[in-house]
């Protein structure tokens, strides 16, 4: 096959609220009051939970037949540190991003473990955003405007 | 500083259909029909390039006043490249998420273009998402509910 390329826009709405479409559906990101936002959506590290999240649980719903389980509830629970001393500057020995993400998945089912410890690690070693976050080249330019 | 710990909930609501939560706001990710969903939002990977998108734009936003740039206005495009042969298991060389990001930032400003240049240079070095995609350690666990 050949590959695909997905796409997003993402618009500064003021003050750090940003709005991010792509395919013509909209996602809203802010920041706590405390960070000079004004509260009315997740910030973009709790959404890049998310969509690690999302994409996990959508590749278990996918192939759970593929490893004949019986998934009749699925959920997974995240968590990232970040140290804000990377971010602010106060420490250039520590990183700006997450240091580390870990998962807990919670799975409803009633088929044999067998089969579900080869669905794990199906997820583990499949899921897109996954493998992502193994490392991935970000590369750019910008254009100015008057 | 202490290091914070973000926390995401996401869960599965049946087909490819899913629903993250963080702090209480929720964002929906499912597929297109042709992937087996219904279509209803965007996809796990189409958000990861709108969290990078949006920590982008946080960051400029937050930062453009230290590097005295009057910002009017402020978007970014992105794309990723994802080979489906990774994902579907048909070339074992061939990574499952994205093997490359790409953006375009669109910055409106009649500020100094040498200070812009440094604002640029700024976000490209310290916007945590774009920090976390050089990779990040994501490890779990799963429980298992009959």
């Known amino acids: 096959m050949a590959i695909e390329t997905s796409y997003a826009k993402v618009d500064w709405k003021g ?3 940003v709005e991010g ?3 013509g559906f909209k996602v809203t990101m802010d920041e706590p009051v405390d960070e000079g936002g004004t509260d009315t959506a997740m910030n973009p590290v709790e959404l890049l939970l998310c969509s ?3 994409c996990m649980s959508i590749v ?3 192939f759970a037949p593929k490893f004949r389980v019986d998934l009749k509830g699925f959920s997974v629970e995240l968590e990232g540190d970040l140290d804000p ?3 602010m500057g106060k420490n250039p020995n ?3 991003g997450f240091s580390e993400i870990r998962y807990k998945m919670n799975i409803v ?3 044999p473990e067998e089969n579900i410890i080869k669905l794990h690690k199906f997820i583990e070693e499949y899921c897109p955003v996954k493998d992502t ?3 991935v080249p970000v590369t750019g330019t910008y254009i100015v405007k008057k």
């Open 60 to 62: 278990a719903s996918m």
């Open 85 to 87: 001393d990377g971010f």
């Open 94 to 96: 520590v990183r700006k």
């Open 15 to 17: 003050g750090v609220l």
């Open 133 to 135: 976050l193994k490392g």
């Open 21 to 23: 479409t792509s395919r």
């Open 52 to 54: 690690l999240g999302g």
């Open 109 to 111: 089912s009633d088929s």
